[in-house]
């Protein structure tokens, strides 16, 4: 069974965010996925500081929770990544953890989440969808993750008010479809990654 994780990169639990990324998670669901949400407010997960420890021993120096969110990920088929928009870019929340993770996947050889399905959400106001997606689209890319369409967007300002976006809920819910189908349909690469770590 295809395993889909939805990352919630809000600090506001039941915001934006979250309400487009379980239109995502429930179409995954109706494809035949297992789906998990997680929220990064939930982890205790601290900034990097480029100590660059993690090239030479393969682990990272801070104590904290990078290594249960990257487990629940390597765990996955497809990752499915939203940020909010603060100030024209993902949060901070969102920017710590692709910095960190990413940074942990390099230092590991890029090889934990290669060929893993993933899609990129971003809830904005009005300005910044583009940058944040971009952050997000370059993390998905870095990591060696196979990038579904569609890239989503949704417009919504006061708390709940992406329930009223249907064209972000629209295509929030054709991503996590997509991610499913091509989760299935490369099911064989992500085998074979694991046999050659």
Known sequence: MVKLLGIVGSPR?????????KEALKAGEQEGAETELIHLVDFSLKPCNGCRTCFETKNCVIEDDVEKIFEKMAGA????????????NTNAQTKTFIDRVGYLNSARGRKAFRNKIGGALAVAHRSGLSNALSQILMFLAATRMITAAPVVSSLASAKGDAIKDTPG??????????????????????????SNN
């Open 77 to 88: 088929d497809g990752i499915i990544v939203g940020s909010p928009v603060y100030f024209y």
């Open 13 to 21: 639990k039941g915001g934006n965010t979250e309400i487009i990324m």
């Open 169 to 194: 809920l629209d295509d929030a819910r054709e991503l996590g479809k997509s991610i499913v189908q091509i989760a299935k349909a490369t099911a064989s690469l992500r085998e074979l990654n694991c």
